[in-house]
């Protein structure tokens, strides 16, 4: 049953709104930090009701009555992926949760180890009211403009459940059913998924990365002559400078990257400013060094993430999703009031691990073929992937234009350049090895190529 049509829930969803969707630019600072003091509140009382937290709080001898405000956080014990493991299912939920109007969400499992979530449709509409959040920070109306998302629709994944609100699996209706909305699978053909594009023309465009990328390279060539975005949004996986680059050139238009979860939803997004702002009151973020200790503004730190407003699976200190972020105050004039983050460092476990214990973020790294091929004035490498397959071993993967291979300077100079670089950067303990292939194909079940990968196991070196 579409849940639209039920007048409790559609009347919280107008409040919701309302009253939701600018509170970033409406409340002043000290007016959010109370704002986050209440709602955290009922979110540590509501998980107290969840076996999983009970336990935990329990054992730690904390009760909801001690929570007083946002700042009380660090009386609470971390929870982590193998704690929902080993309590799933009925450990992660109330004794009255309704499973058969919630959802079953899975992780992605980028660390090869995924974990299975409830939410419930309020948690969802929640979200809902972030993402148009972001929309409006680029002038774009959810219900005017036409909207296009590249998602990932397995079942039982955020992007299923944003675009299906039926809890039965045979039949799939929209969650939204606009026409002014285009659901496109990241799974499909890329030339399909260029056709699908150009027969809709949307005005804004949301998907991953490596796919804009892709689509960018085929506009290149002549296809998808009527897809003229506005602008562009990337989210679920780093924003290199090089692709963000690639994407702007091919369609003309700014492209603005944002930051979520499956766990948390939407998390923090990238403003016309070009500052990366929480959703600080959809969720609360704490950043920790190894030994779980807070970092300072200005340090990269291991993400701790707490969702508010709880619903279904709490999300309160949870060290699962394996981000590196630094903090930085926020010194932005676009008229949010939120703290900011530095762009996203990537998942820790394809940061690269050195013999020497040092630890880089694919950021610092993803950038080098990309200003090799500006300082020769070519854009002949279309497409690389870094492979960290030893400690002291690093593959570099690249994709070389048939079009444009005879311009400019030559494939061996590139491939030398790029060789030279990587071991001024990694070191000489380091053997890089960069090799010419026709393409770069997806890595196990994943449904994406993913740009930085490594194979070596952090915790046993």
Known sequence: M????????????????????????????RQLRDYKDKVFRKSVKYAYTVPIYHKKYKKAGIHPSDIKKIKDIEKLPFITKDDFRKNYPYGLIPSGFNKEKGFLLSTSGSTGKPIS???????????LWGFIRELREYNISWFRNRLSFIADLTPDTAGSAYMSFNSDKKQKTPFLSFKNFQTIDI??????????????????????????????LLKNKGHGEKI??????????????????????????????????????????????GKY??????????????????????KPGHLVL????????????????????????????????????????GRSIDTILLPDGRIIEPLSIT?????????????????FQIIQRKIDEIEILIVISEKLRDEGPSVKKLIDEIKNRYKERLGKKVYVVVKEVDDIEKTGSDRIVRQVISLVDHNSN
Request: with cysteine.
């Open 228 to 273: 003229k975005p506005l602008c562009i949004q990337s989210n679920g996986a780093v924003l290199s400078s090089h692709t963000r680059e690639v994407i702007e050139k091919a369609f003309d238009c700014k492209v603005y990257d944002s930051y979520s979860s499956t766990e948390a939803g939407p998390t923090a997004f990238e403003c016309r400013e």
């Open 367 to 383: 950038g080098i073929p990309h200003h090799i091929m500006h300082e020769n004035k070519t854009d002949k490498i279309q497409q």
């Open 306 to 345: 707490t969702k508010l407003n709880s619903a279904g699976t709490p999300i309160i200190r949870y060290t699962g999703n394996d981000d590196i972020i630094t903090p930085i105050k926020n010194n932005c004039s676009c008229g949010t009031h939120s703290m900011l983050i530095e762009n996203i460092g």
């Open 117 to 127: 979530i409830y939410r419930d449709m309020n948690d969802i509409t929640q979200d």
């Open 2 to 29: 579409n849940p639209f049509v039920n007048p409790i829930f559609l009347s919280k969803a107008i409040k919701g709104y309302i009253t939701n969707i600018g509170r970033l630019r409406r409340l002043n600072e």
């Open 187 to 216: 799974g499909d053909n890329i030339n399909d998924i260029m056709k699908k594009l150009d027969n809709f023309k949307p005005d804004f465009i949301n998907g991953y990365p490596n796919i804009l990328h892709n689509i960018a």
């Open 277 to 298: 702002h929480i959703h600080e009151d959809l969720v609360h973020l704490d950043f920790v060094d190894k030994n779980m200790n807070p970092v300072d503004f200005g």
